[in-house]
């Protein structure tokens, strides 16, 4: 899966990371190498969140392949 993410560094000099595809997933870091690392786990609990929260209500759920 590939995900898009923007990372930009702020007037601090931290750098900081956002996912417009998954709301409210955002991170940081102090170098950038930092906030992408950050940002892959941020996904991933995004992620693992958002499945364990739709699991509760199976009969509803789908895969799509696009």
Known sequence: MIIR?????D???YFTAEVPALPGCFSQGNTHEEAVLNIKEAIAGWLEVMEAD????AENVIEVSI
């Open 5 to 9: 993410a923007i990372i930009e560094q």
């Open 11 to 13: 007037e601090d000099g």
């Open 54 to 57: 739709h699991l509760r209500n």
